[in-house]
């Protein structure tokens, strides 16, 4: 069975949130599947990992988008050194930029991505056993592929559209249409909703079958999808949760070369410790405190405007009993909030910025993760915070709730039901309770480090999902 999954990030190619991680990891381990054989397609970028490996030209083609006729190279990395084969699509002044978005012209961008894909398979004749779609940036592919005359040949190619974040849907005006390949239009139905061309909306109206990232994310998105609730239980038929796994090679403590002290579940107590005083050393903390820790986008989904305030808040409530480091990006007020806070209070740490290697010292250092967030389809930081043995503080909503229980119901995690700061404080002062015995604080870390969260499960979902 030949699966080619179509998006617009893959780790360690480009990575911005979570999906990077997902595509560069459910491939690989669909290949472990003798009867699987996945791929990734995705945008050329400017990065390091196109320069330090080598590619092949495959297919050299043109399309139009409307009056525009732009060049289609697909690239073929020749190593499979990702565990797959990795085709990347160059468009020249398109796809072939320094980042996956943050341009003006993102929905031509896409547009052109996906009408340059369908295109080269269609050429080169083709035709993999399913398409499997990743977000709204290749969400009208299902559509393409039934309803524009170009694409003939794909005609009948099953499709699986997964939302990894139902928050970012894509929509764009009906000027875009004269960008697409030709349809008939009597089927703008399946393109429109609330007049405008929504590409989630059409991924779910035209695929075969859709997915969530989590089973808890797709029972939230049956009463708050940002207008799309309706539409989500019209066709609940073919709706499915999966909850996302972890790349276990990737995320390993025992071999992972981005911390400075690589340690196991014999030995987590002791080493984990070694890796907490060093990173509390470059930061100016205290390693005799418990040590909280927010890794992640600083978006309003995520809770991170909260973080100013629960930071001042929880650390004079606490009189300077706890530390807390944050590592991020994305909204300049938060930022330079932070950066006020961190002159001002030596409990507190920050540094901002996507770091790969720094998130992963602070998950193999911290003893406590915490995810403030409003929304929360499935979350991978607490999968890999329990992996490296440190507890999860998290909101109850979408995946958290499916991968963290309480420790009052049995599990090892901290829950608070409201991403409020009042509620964020009382569940850290919980943590910190729990983190002044010993014993139970050691049981925790290692508890923690037993759950399974390896991608082999959730792998073979999919495969059901494809035969079905």
């Known amino acids: 069975m030949t699966i080619f999954h179509l998006s617009t990030e893959c780790y360690p190619v480009a990575k911005v949130g979570g999906l990077a ?16 054989n996945a791929k990734v397609v995705m945008p050329w970028y400017n990065k390091h990992f196109v320069y330090d490996y ?10 139009h988008q409307g009056s525009t006729m732009l060049q289609v190279q697909v690239m073929k990395e020749t190593t499979d050194v990702l565990g ?3 085709f990347m699509v160059k468009i020249p002044g398109l796809l072939d930029r ?4 943050g341009y003006q012209d993102e929905s031509f961008q896409f547009l052109a991505f996906q009408h340059g894909v369908l295109h080269w398979l269609s050429a080169m004749k083709i035709r993999p056993d399913v398409l499997h779609c990743h977000d709204y940036h290749t969400g009208l592919v299902p559509f393409m592929i039934e309803n524009c005359y170009e694409f003939e040949f794909l005609k009948g190619v099953k499709t699986i559209g997964t939302i990894h974040n139902g928050e970012y849907q894509g929509m764009m005006s009906w000027d875009m249409v004269n960008f697409m390949p030709s349809f008939d239009h009597y089927k703008w139905g399946l393109l429109d909703w609330n007049g405008l061309i929504n590409p989630l909306a059409s991924m779910i109206k ?13 029972e939230e998105l049956f009463v708050s999808f940002r207008g799309l609730e309706s539409l989500v239980r019209e066709e609940f038929s073919k709706a499915f949760g999966i909850i996302n796994g972890i790349d276990t090679d990737v995320w390993n403590p025992q071999t992972d070369p981005m911390i400075d002290f690589n340690f196991n579940i014999k030995n987590a107590l002791k080493i984990k410790n070694k890796n907490k005083v060093k990173l509390c050393k470059e930061y100016g903390l205290n390693p005799e405190l418990p040590l909280f820790a927010f890794i992640g986008r600083f978006a309003t989904e995520k809770g991170a405007d909260l973080l100013p305030d629960l930071i001042w808040r929880s650390i004079k409530q606490s009189f300077g009993g706890l530390n807390i480091i944050v590592l991020g990006s994305g909204n300049a ?16 740490a920050t540094d901002i910025g996507y770091k790969e ?9 911290a003893d406590f993760l915490l995810m403030p967030s409003r929304v929360e389809p499935c979350g991978l930081n607490q999968m890999y915070a329990m992996r490296y043995g440190t507890v999860p503080v998290v909101s109850y909503t979408g995946g958290l709730r499916d991968t963290v229980k309480d420790i009052t119901t049995g599990g090892s995690g901290l829950n608070f039901t409201y991403p409020g700061v009042d509620d964020i404080i009382h569940a850290m002062s919980r943590g910190v309770n729990i983190y002044k015995n010993k014993e139970q604080m050691d049981e925790l870390v290692l ?6 969260f390896a991608w082999e499960k959730s792998a073979e979902k999919y495969l059901t999902l494809y035969k079905n």
């Open 84 to 86: 797959f084969e990795l």
């Open 98 to 101: 320094e980042n996956p978005y």
């Open 21 to 36: 991680d997902v595509v560069g990891a459910l491939p690989k381990y669909q290949n472990k599947i003798k009867e699987v």
């Open 206 to 218: 035209c695929c075969h079958a859709f997915t969530t990232v989590s089973e808890g994310y797709l």
């Open 357 to 365: 290697h720094l998130s992963h010292k602070i998950y193999a250092s």
């Open 54 to 63: 080598d590619f092949e030209v495959v297919f050299d083609g043109f399309i």
């Open 447 to 452: 508890s923690n480090m037993r759950f399974d």
């Open 333 to 348: 007020y938060i930022e330079q909030q932070l950066k006020e806070l961190d002159s001002v209070y030596s409990n507190f």
